[in-house]
């Protein structure tokens, strides 16, 4: 009986020991971690029409509603794990005018995810958020694969560029991406 207990005892410290010098999935399969954080407020920098660089909030109105934009764009990701995104908004005020918050995923062109973020009926001072667990090795196979994302909150327009900007100022603390994903493995 002991030396039944004495094998059981060794087998369990060896499974253990076995497992615990495992490394994850994402350590065998591809490089480091590769994280990505983008955020944009009433303070940011405003763009209305041209070329949008990474970190500008883009700004237009189409079809009686203000947009505003934010993207990010995040490349040289392995394709072997999932890449998670997350989208964060920090409202404040009463929001007089509803309000839609959608954020995008796409990748090679041919893929798509949406989230949505709000329905129009959001409390005043309510963080929303949402979170896509995006594949990209199908797309991409063993090549390293990339993501364009774009995070995007519109209103019925006041009539004027100022009080649009006012009245985002005044309900939006900050609009957030956030990416976490890993690099390919050096072979």
């Not at 059981?8 to 060896?14: E, G, R, T, V």
Request: one cysteine or more; hydrophobic letters at 40%; aromatic letters at 12%.
């Amino acid at each position: 009986m002991k030396r039944l207990i004495l094998i059981l005892l060794l087998s369990a410290f060896s499974a253990g020991f076995l497992l615990n010098s495992c490394n994850t999935l994402e350590e065998l399969e591809c490089g480091g971690v590769k994280e990505h954080q983008l955020s944009a407020s009433a303070n940011s920098e405003f763009i209305e029409s041209g070329v949008v660089e990474q970190g500008q909030l883009l700004t237009y109105v189409e079809n009686g509603q203000r947009f505003y934009k934010y993207t990010l764009y995040v490349d040289d990701l392995c394709t072997k794990v999932h890449t998670e995104v997350r989208y964060n908004v920090n409202l404040i005020g009463v929001h007089t005018l509803p309000l839609d918050i959608v954020g995008n995923t796409s990748w090679n062109f041919l893929y798509e995810e949406e989230a949505i973020l709000s329905d129009n009926a959001i409390p005043p001072h309510t963080p929303v958020s949402a979170e896509q667990d995006i594949g990209l090795f199908q797309a991409f196979g063993d090549d390293p694969g990339w993501i364009f994302i774009n995070l995007s909150l519109s209103f019925p327009t006041t009539g004027s560029d100022n009080q649009d900007s006012i009245y985002f100022a005044e309900h939006v603390d900050f609009m957030t991406i956030f990416v976490n994903g890993y690099y390919p493995k050096d072979d």
